[in-house]
């Protein structure tokens, strides 16, 4: 493919993914990669001191809401080549900010290696790039970071929103060291405890059978005393039913098309690059074989809901299309914000609302609902998409796809059985 004399937006908006990663480059120096899963950046390639040098300049617009459009990408070449040209400026801290490494920690490394790589620069563009996104890297301190950035975090009473930050900064600055761009990172030996900050703690709750009923018919958007005057948009509640009948996680639903999901013969393939990364990372690093596929078996249940959500989607490749976009896949936070709509809202026969609770509990509700059906545990684990281990992975190729089959089964009849609606009932 030939790069244009200049880019354009409509010449942008047509490049495609391929099964290799594509360079393109106009006239102006600016260049444009296009990654495998179709994520297309801008980048800065020139020679210095008899080496080429590329530096990220940020993703497109089109594809991160927080990232460039062309004219800003072209500005900043047009600024770099500048500073380039200043005597006795060099690569290095000298002359790259804050929001410069934030674009190029999220080009080189955030997309290589992250499942979700946009929430890790939502968390950088909303509370770092703000406040000394201008500054020179060189010049960045412990205490600026904590002054600056972590302090006015706690302050909106959020520890645990501080503590991802702080991992993400000590984590961004550790890559500009290893990338040649600071000897040293000033955010090494700044803790979670000294600054205040709070790490998550894994939750533990699940949601017992009288809970199970008081949600599904909460959402099931037929009258009743206990629904209240809340009212979800229908695709919204048919996906919290589907996390709960099959305990996929939500980002999985989230990015799944329908090329994915083959309603006639009742499977979903989860490719690849949706699973875990965390699994894949981890795979490689014990030198055993990468996760296959997720296959997740589609119980009668599952395929009527399924089937309605391809109606609702109006012809849209995606499952769960945005609203006002068929183009986009839903939100990334929407399971978020949902599952802060529903809190105190869900109410028990006797008219109290049950624990609090999130979305994610959904998928803990599910594998512990199968231990309770007498699942056996390595059916249980690999229906989540878990690895059963380094020793298994190696030598246990089987995907139990029968075996899940059967215990979804079960586990939809409990649920249904829960709130009098059968299997096929959406």
Request: glycine share 8%.
């Amino acid at each position: 493919m030939a790069a244009p004399r200049r880019f354009t937006d409509k010449y942008l908006s047509h490049l495609k993914a391929g099964p290799a990663r594509v360079e393109l480059t106009d006239s102006t120096g600016l260049m444009v990669r296009v990654s495998p899963r179709g994520v297309r950046s801008f980048w800065w390639v020139h020679k210095a001191d008899g080496k080429t040098h590329r530096e990220a300049l940020g993703i497109w617009h089109e594809d991160d809401p927080h990232g460039l459009t062309l004219a800003q990408a072209s500005a900043k070449l047009a600024r770099l080549r500048a500073a380039a040209a200043t005597p006795g400026r060099t690569r290095g801290a000298g002359r790259v900010t804050v929001a410069d490494l934030v674009d190029e920690f999220q080009t080189i490394y955030l997309d290589r290696n992250r499942e979700r790589p946009w929430e890790a620069r939502y968390l950088l563009v909303k509370d770092v790039v703000p406040r000394i996104g201008d500054r020179l890297i060189g010049d960045v301190t412990a205490r600026m970071l904590v002054t600056e950035v972590i302090d006015p975090i706690l302050a909106r009473g959020a520890p645990v929103h501080a503590g991802r930050v702080l991992t993400l900064v000590k984590q961004m600055l550790g890559f500009a060291v290893g990338r040649g761009l600071l000897p040293v990172s000033p955010a090494a030996a700044l803790t979670i405890k000294a600054t205040g900050a709070r790490l998550h703690e894994p939750g533990d709750r699940a949601l017992a059978d009288p809970e199970i009923a008081a949600l599904w018919r909460f959402i099931d958007r037929r009258p009743g005393p206990l629904n209240g005057t809340l009212r979800l948009p229908e695709p919204t509640a048919i996906a919290i039913q589907i996390l709960l009948l099959t305990g996929v996680r939500g980002i999985e639903l989230r990015s799944a098309r329908w090329t994915d999901v083959d309603l006639a013969a009742g499977v979903w393939t989860i490719p690849k690059t949706k699973t875990s990364a965390r699994a894949k990372a981890r795979a490689r690093s014990e030198g055993r074989p990468p996760p296959p596929p997720h296959r997740v078996p589609l119980v009668p249940a599952v395929v009527a809901r399924l089937d309605r959500l391809q109606r609702l989607s109006e012809g849209s490749e995606w499952v769960l299309p945005a609203a006002g976009s068929a183009a986009k896949p839903t939100d990334s936070k929407w399971l978020t914000h949902v599952g802060a709509r529903l809190r105190g809202r869900v109410l028990l026969p006797d008219g109290t609302p049950i624990a609090p609770w999130s979305i994610h509990d959904l998928r803990r509700t599910f594998r512990s609902g199968l231990a309770r059906l007498g699942v056996p545990p390595h059916v249980a684990e690999v229906a989540l998409g878990h690895s059963l281990g380094r020793i298994a992975a190696v030598y246990d190729r089987h995907d139990y796809f029968s075996e899940r089959g059967e215990a979804l089964e079960r586990w939809a009849r409990h649920v249904l059985g829960l709130v009098g609606t059968d299997q096929e009932g959406a």
